[in-house]
């Protein structure tokens, strides 16, 4: 079945720097990803739409500076948070959908960001 | 406005019985789809099943069945004879193409607890 490799799975970073997380679909084609954000024990909330070779669409009250999102492959979109601070850290996951609707979409296994 | 509605925050079932999870969607696309998703304390997201909207029969998927009701806009999970392994957060989602953009987006979830 169609597969979402994310990684790293676990980081923590320096209040300050930045972090990359990659998303990568390994057997198909995503000419769209989505990046998600998820607190504890809430609902996954949408903050960006990857499209390959163009920009990103964002979320109304996602900052853009700070969450940039790069889709430069068909298999590969990036998402890097720039000056990080305690309160960005969360659990990131990024998803794809191989376009049969029967599978629906294929998430990643999530990036769980601890900012110190 | 709430887009995907989900009124249950928690549930308790005994093992083996059968289980109903609440979904009541809004919009005013009239090609969408609507998924559930399975997030178990590991963070992964497990597709269930899909809807879509001009399907014409309710979709099974094992002991997974999802009650269509257009006219209602609910769209809701049967999980039939319940086991341990069903503990899990149940998400449902929706797709649209409102402006041209594909969207998932996802209710608050239910947490299901299934009892010995």
């Known amino acids: 079945g169609a597969v979402v490799s994310q990684h790293p799975s676990r980081v923590i970073c320096k209040s300050g720097t930045s972090v990359k997380i990659e998303c990568r679909s390994l057997?198909?084609?995503?000419?769209?990803m989505f990046w998600y954000r998820q607190f504890p024990k809430q609902s996954l909330m949408l903050m960006a739409t990857?499209?390959?070779?163009?920009?990103?669409?964002?979320e109304q009250g996602v900052e853009k500076d700070k969450f940039l999102i790069n889709h430069a492959s068909l298999t590969l979109s990036t998402l890097t948070v720039t000056s990080a601070h305690p309160e960005d850290s969360s659990f990131y996951i990024c998803s794809a959908s191989p376009g049969a609707k029967e599978y629906g979409y294929t998430f990643g296994s999530g990036t769980r960001l601890t900012v110190v | 406005a709430q887009k995907i509605t989900q009124t249950q925050p928690g549930m308790f079932v005994q093992e083996k019985e059968a289980v109903t999870l609440d979904c009541t969607y809004d919009t005013s696309d009239p090609s969408y789809g609507l998924f559930w998703y399975k997030q178990p304390s590991s963070g992964e997201m497990i597709f269930l099943i899909y809807?879509?909207?001009?399907d014409q029969q309710n979709a099974t998927e094992g002991r997974y069945s999802l009650n269509f009701q257009k006219a209602r806009k609910s769209a809701n999970l049967v999980i039939s004879a319940s086991q341990l392994g069903d503990s899990a957060m149940y998400f449902c989602a929706m797709r649209e193409w409102g402006f041209g953009n594909e969207k998932l987006t996802f209710g608050t979830g239910t947490r299901l607890t299934i009892i010995p």
């Open positions: 809807q879509g909207s001009y």
């Open positions: 057997d198909f084609q995503a000419t769209t």
């Open positions: 990857s499209n390959e070779g163009s920009k990103a669409t964002y």
